[in-house]
Every structure is written in structure tokens, then in C-alpha cells.
Nanobody, 118 residues
Framework: QVQLVESGGGLVQAGGSLSLSCAASLSTFSFVAIGWYRQAPGKQRELVAEIYSDGGTAYADSVKGRFTISRDSAKNTVYLQMNSLKPEDTAVYYC????????????WGQGNQVTVSS
């Protein structure tokens, strides 16, 4: 069974920093992509950042220049460093992984609350 286990999150003041981790039960290279989506109450879940098997990355326009996604392949772990946090970053952050077998299979972590106070 493939599992994604998240850690991090919490409360931080605007302008502060926070780091999230997502540990996979198998090599991160087994995933087409691993990253985070976030969802605030009443809003759609949206992509925050994603890292691909070739090392390429993608970021939501709202977090570019503030968030950085990286991976430690030896630990099967992906990290999201969040700097210059804003109140609008407040949401539940879900680790997301996509694997390709005969089709794309999507896996989700349990989610972690990030709250940014003004």
C-alpha cells in the first residue's frame, strides 16, 4: 500500500516561515509528481507546488518567490519551505502524489492545518 505521511503545519504570524514534510512509503522517483494542494473553507482545492520525477517544479502564481519545494531522495521525503507567509495562505495543506501504472493513480496525505495570523 502506498502511503503519504505529512508533518509540519501550525500557527505563524504574517511574514513568518513554516516547513512541511511529506514522507512516502516508496521512492519519490516512483511518482510522476509529489507536492501539496491546499483547501480553505468554501474554496476549491488548489495546487500549491509540485515536484516531478525529473526535478522540475511547478508553483501556484500566488506562492511563487515565497515557497520552495525540494526532495531528499534518500529519505523518500519531499519538503515545502514556506516563507513570507500571508493570511491568505491559511488552509489545510494536503500532500499529493501521482503514480503512473496503466493509468495515473493519485494518493493523498492526511492533511495539515496551516494558519497565518495578521
Amino acid at each position: 500500500q502506498v502511503q503519504l505521511v505529512e508533518s509540519g503545519g501550525g500557527l505563524v504570524q504574517a511574514g513568518g516561515s513554516l516547513s512541511l514534510s511529506c514522507a512516502a512509503s516508496l521512492s519519490t522517483f516512483s511518482f510522476v509528481a509529489i507536492g501539496w494542494y491546499r483547501q480553505a473553507p468554501g474554496k476549491q482545492r488548489e495546487l500549491v507546488a509540485e515536484i516531478y520525477s525529473d526535478g522540475g517544479t511547478a508553483y501556484a502564481d500566488s506562492v511563487k518567490g515565497r515557497f520552495t519545494i525540494s526532495r531528499d531522495s534518500a529519505k523518500n521525503t519531499v519538503y515545502l519551505q514556506m516563507n513570507s507567509l500571508k493570511p491568505e495562505d491559511t488552509a489545510v495543506y494536503y500532500c499529493n502524489g501521482k503514480r503512473l501504472s496503466s493509468t495515473v493513480v493519485v494518493y493523498w496525505g492526511q492533511g495539515n492545518q496551516v494558519t497565518v495570523s495578521s
